[in-house]
């Protein structure tokens, strides 16, 4: 009944990771959206990371609170695969093969920043999606669709998909980049609008 969370790079959790684990990677907001989508403080978590960073897992869990993670993958996701186990992927594309292929009235596309961020500007077609909410947004999205992510670099996009994995979605495409790399492709995006409020 643990919690397995992955606190590799982005790039190497999408190439391979243990089904069922969650991305939090300890190079990104890794505090702020544990503390945020773990809600119950004591959560048996066993966690996966790069050797030699096991204690900095634990203390910086333990800064928001989670002071119990009951142990981690000794040797690393190598260990996992050397020894057989089944790996889960996400699916990647780049802003500039996306901007090729995208067709608002055909693929759906999910944006999982936060509703201000939305509201400033978005690739027109993309469905509010903010990954604050994730949970109580799942009756939104349907596990026979497939669905296109992305947010502002690529981090809380590939959070969300590893949740939507979880939950059993299985067609979903992570945007490499996000909005950053969007930005600079063909990709029509609504009118900025300045916002003053974080939500």
Same mark, same amino acid.
């Given at each position: 009944?643990?919690?397995?969370?992955? &606190?590799? @790079?982005?790039?190497?959790?999408?190439?391979?990771?243990?089904?069922?684990?969650?991305?939090?990677?300890? @190079?990104?907001?890794?505090?702020?959206?544990?503390?945020?989508?773990?809600? @119950?403080?004591?959560?048996?978590?066993?966690?996966?990371?790069?050797?030699?960073?096991?204690?900095?897992?634990?203390?910086?869990?333990?800064?928001?609170?989670?002071?119990?993670?009951?142990?981690?993958?000794?040797?690393?996701?190598?260990?996992?695969?050397?020894?057989?186990?089944?790996?889960? &992927?996400?699916?990647?594309?780049?802003?500039?093969?996306?901007?090729?292929?995208?067709?608002?009235? &055909?693929?759906?596309?999910? @944006?999982?920043?936060?509703?201000?961020?939305?509201?400033?500007?978005?690739?027109?077609?993309?469905?509010?999606?903010?990954?604050?909410?994730?949970?109580?947004?799942?009756?939104?999205?349907?596990?026979?669709?497939?669905?296109?992510?992305?947010?502002?670099?690529?981090?809380?996009?590939?959070?969300?998909?590893?949740?939507?994995?979880?939950?059993?979605?299985?067609?979903?495409?992570?945007?490499?980049?996000?909005?950053?790399?969007?930005?600079? &492709?063909?990709?029509?995006?609504?009118?900025?609008?300045?916002?003053?409020?974080?939500?």
């Amino acid at each position: 009944k643990a919690l397995v969370i992955d &606190t590799r @790079d982005k790039k190497d959790f999408a190439k391979g990771y243990i089904p069922g684990s969650l991305f939090f990677g300890l @190079d990104g907001s890794f505090a702020q959206w544990v503390g945020a989508l773990i809600e @119950d403080l004591n959560t048996p978590i066993l966690f996966v990371c790069d050797k030699g960073r096991e204690e900095e897992v634990v203390v910086r869990l333990s800064r928001v609170g989670y002071d119990n993670p009951i142990g981690y993958l000794e040797g690393g996701f190598e260990s996992w695969k050397e020894a057989g186990e089944k790996v889960e &992927t996400i699916d990647e594309v780049s802003a500039e093969e996306f901007a090729k292929i995208y067709d608002k009235s &055909t693929m759906n596309l999910l @944006d999982v920043r936060k509703c201000s961020e939305y509201n400033a500007e978005h690739v027109k077609g993309a469905m509010k999606f903010p990954l604050d909410f994730i949970y109580r947004e799942l009756s939104e999205v349907k596990p026979e669709n497939k669905y296109y992510m992305y947010c502002k670099s690529g981090y809380r996009s590939l959070l969300a998909a590893s949740i939507l994995k979880k939950q059993g979605f299985d067609k979903l495409v992570n945007i490499q980049g996000g909005m950053e790399e969007i930005v600079n &492709t063909p990709l029509e995006l609504t009118e900025y609008v300045e916002q003053n409020t974080e939500l």
